[in-house]
Nanobody, 120 residues
């Protein structure tokens, strides 16, 4: 099992910045990727940014150029620096870990979510 604890959400004005952090604990072997997803009211959960083994990153088009994901392997943390925030970034943000449990299967673990609200 993997336990995830997020922090750093809150209320920010448009154009502002926030930094989300996620601390992972438990079985941290065979981790394929760590990342951030978000879910706005009435919408499906969507990928924001993801970092896979080797440091390769994937970003949603909406996040490119504004958000930066980083991972500290020694501390088992993943962070999301969000700049130039827009009202449409308002959502609950979830930390995610993908762990390979067999050659053909992986398990997804989720944090409890942290609210990000962008409003004036």
């Amino acid at each position: 099992q993997v336990q995830l604890v997020e922090s750093g959400g809150g209320l920010v004005q448009p154009g502002g910045s926030l930094r989300l952090s996620c601390a992972a604990s438990g079985i941290m072997s065979s981790i394929d990727a760590m990342g951030w997803y978000r879910q706005a009211p009435g919408k499906q959960r969507e990928l924001v940014a993801r970092i896979i083994s080797g440091g390769i990153t994937n970003y949603a088009d909406s996040a490119k150029g504004r958000f930066t994901i980083s991972r500290d392997n020694a501390r088992n943390t993943v962070s999301l620096q969000m700049n130039s925030l827009k009202p449409e970034d308002t959502a609950v943000y979830y930390c995610n870990v993908e762990r390979r449990i067999s050659p053909a299967a992986k398990a997804n673990y989720w944090g409890q979510g942290t609210q990000v609200t962008v409003s004036s």
